[in-house]
């Protein structure tokens, strides 16, 4: 595991886990981790399985997936935390792919998770085991909404099966348009920086409510990810005046993901999509987290309702301690990074509300 370490100086101190998500790195944590190490934390970030400057997973697309489910990447946490000589954490902060890493973690470690952040992702809880099915035929669990989505008029799919499927690595590996430059679009279609990002509840999972989403989630059939990005590209004043993530730091990001591809990443989304490891994640069907957890998101993301009614589910019943749930203004999906001074500002609250 590559880590990023800050506080380190000064031995005891309370430990701080960060978990990054798609298609970022532990430097995404890069406007956080001195705030936390100032007030006293030690705080680790890590390139996760798959991703950045970590090693020992493959980017077999035909590999065995099980390396990446979930419970394996708890254990991938729990073991930097080990590895730097804690036994439990104040607290692990997951945005984004990082959100539900962090909220399994504290789902079956409490012990050592003793408290949860969760930005961008809201976290549905586990998957529900079979119920009253003795004298109860199994309801079919052929999901349609696919296939619907194909059949709109103006023809979509979701991204999370997109991602899923052979060529996603290589169409965004190898864009057109060059590697930085996809990123660039990529990170300013899902950014308050883009003015259609004005989000609002979904009603159903269905291909017409789902139709409402941006084209970054919600994708046009024929099109691959670089495309879709590739017409909203900002311009070359608007990336002058970019403060939230200047050239060179976006430069960072382009020479990881050039040298391993993004199929790392991707295979993440293959364990969800292809509902391999679904039976064992109901090992902790209507189990929730009870440690002090919160949820931080920006107000311009679509991500908190892309899949209808988790955010409420999250609040009302999978979380029964959430102290904290803020939308901030003027940030996107990159939240950590779009407004990292509010951020910091509300996982201070946070942490001093959950140890009070």
Known sequence: MHVLEAGFETPGRPCILLLHGFPELAYSWRKVMPALAAAGYHVLAPDQRGYGRTTGWSADYDGDLAPFRFTNLVRDALGVVYAFGHRHVAAVVGHDFGSPVAAWCALIRPDVFRSVVMMSAPFPGPPAAPFDTADHAL???????????????????????????????????????????????????????????????????????????????????????????????????????????????????????????????????????????????????????????????????WGIYQRPGVLETMQSRVCTNMILCELIDRAGHWVQQEQHDKVNELLFTFLNKSTA
């Not at 690595?169 to 430059?181: F, S, T, V, W, Y």
């Not at 790392?264 to 989304?269: D, S, V």
Request: charged letters at 25%; hydrophobic letters at 35%; glycine letters at 4%.
């Open 139 to 301: 309801a079919p669990s052929e999901d349609p909404v696919h296939r619907e989505l194909a059949a709109l008029s103006r023809p979509r799919k979701h991204y999370q099966w997109y991602y899923s499927t052979r060529e996603a690595n290589a169409d965004m590996h190898r864009a057109p348009q060059g590697l930085h430059a996809f990123l660039r679009a990529y990170y300013h279609h899902k950014s308050a920086d883009w003015p259609d990002n004005k989000p609002a509840p979904l009603q159903a999972w269905t291909a017409s409510e789902l139709s409402k989403l941006p084209t970054y989630y919600v994708m046009d059939l024929d099109k691959t990810m670089a495309e879709t990005v590739a017409e909203v590209m900002p311009d070359s004043a608007t990336i002058a005046g970019n403060r939230w993530l200047p050239d060179h730091e976006l430069a960072v990001y382009a020479a990881e993901y050039e040298r391993t591809g993004f199929q790392g990443g991707l295979q993440w989304y293959r364990c969800g999509t292809s509902g391999l490891f679904d039976a064992e994640l109901q090992t902790w069907s209507d189990r929730t987290i009870d440690v002090p957890s919160a949820f931080i998101s920006g107000l311009q993301d």
